[in-house]
């Protein structure tokens, strides 16, 4: 089944765009989008205007942008979940669109046989929204926290409350225990995972620097149960700055495409379901030397990092 992946498009309509013109090039059946789907703001006098702003990118283009994109390309199931920045991620689903699937701490069972699970939550970063962040686990380290942090007000109006983020994470369950709660495989050699976090440790997870800070419990969590392939995001520049845009733990074949950095295009990649392996192909960095690092197109302009 032929598949498209690409994660953290940002409430970037041009990326959407591109989306949708390659699941018309690749003849995609499924397209899956690993979080951080809509616009964020990175400053703080900003942040009360999020939700509100998100949402009207839900309700003007990408509910209708989602509808186009099923009716007019050979792609008929989409599945999401939300990343670190998507506050109003909940607005998606208020009304029911055949073929729109969320997968965020949810499994879904394809007609060829193959499963998705879905998760959202990544390790304490130094932004503000912290709705689909956790610990990882008790003995995680975090990086220097805005103090306040903000999440959605639980009555789900459009206004975010205040939290100091070391009172809450410690309130929360760690990431660690909700991978031991998300539905269990019904066979790993046909499991894919979801995740918005990479594993720590891999070509997947380095910001500027070469510091990993994905999540431990994420990669202890794929070496016991080695699925067939993870799918992550998050840290837009980790592709870059490694090399690689995939990476082996044990048997898994876990892929974070990237975004915003030397290729001004779409960051996706796409494959076939049943040979992953083998037919996974990147929009921006598709050739791979021997030691299976991918090489920059010559065409490939210089852009500025932008982060998770």
């Keep these: 089944m032929k598949t498209l992946y690409t994660s953290d498009l940002h409430g970037e309509p041009h990326l959407y765009r591109e989306l949708s013109e390659l699941a018309i090039s690749s003849s995609a059946k499924i397209a899956v989008l690993g979080g951080d789907l809509l616009p964020s703001v990175r400053q703080i006098g900003q942040c009360r205007q999020m939700i509100p702003r998100q949402k009207n990118f839900i309700e003007q283009f990408l509910r209708p942008f989602f509808k186009e994109l099923i009716e007019t390309t050979t792609v008929r199931q989409i599945f999401l979940i939300p990343g670190n920045w998507d506050l109003g991620y909940p607005y998606l689903f208020e009304e029911p669109m055949e073929g729109l699937n969320d997968l965020s701490q949810k499994s879904y069972l394809l007609d060829n046989g193959f499963q998705l699970i879905g998760y959202p939550f990544v390790p304490p970063t130094p932004f503000w929204p912290k709705n689909y962040e956790k610990m990882d686990d008790t003995e ?13 007000s639980s009555n789900r109006v459009d206004q975010l409350v205040a939290i100091d983020p070391s009172h809450y994470f410690r309130q929360q369950a760690t990431i660690g225990d909700d991978l031991d709660g998300l539905p269990r495989p019904i066979d790993c050699n046909k499991t894919i995972y979801v995740m918005h976090s990479p594993p720590y440790g891999t070509g997947l997870d380095l910001v500027a620097g070469g510091q990993s800070v994905g999540s431990r419990s994420i990669r202890v969590f794929i070496e016991t149960y080695q699925p067939l392939l993870t799918l992550h995001g998050h840290i837009h520049e980790s592709p870059e700055i490694s090399g690689r845009y995939f990476d082996r733990i044990g048997n898994t074949l876990s892929v974070n495409p990237g975004q915003f950095t030397s290729c001004s ?11 992953s392996g083998e037919t996974l192909h990147h ?24 982060n998770s």
Aim: positive net charge; hydrophobic residues 25%; charged residues 20%.
């Design 140 to 152: 995680g380290h975090w990086p220097p926290q805005p103090n306040p942090s903000y999440i959605p």
């Design 265 to 275: 295009k779409l960051h996706a990649v796409n494959f076939e379901m049943e040979n």
């Design 283 to 306: 929009t921006c960095f598709a050739t791979r030397d021997s030691s299976h690092n991918f090489k920059f197109h010559a065409n490939q302009r210089k852009q500025s990092t932008r």
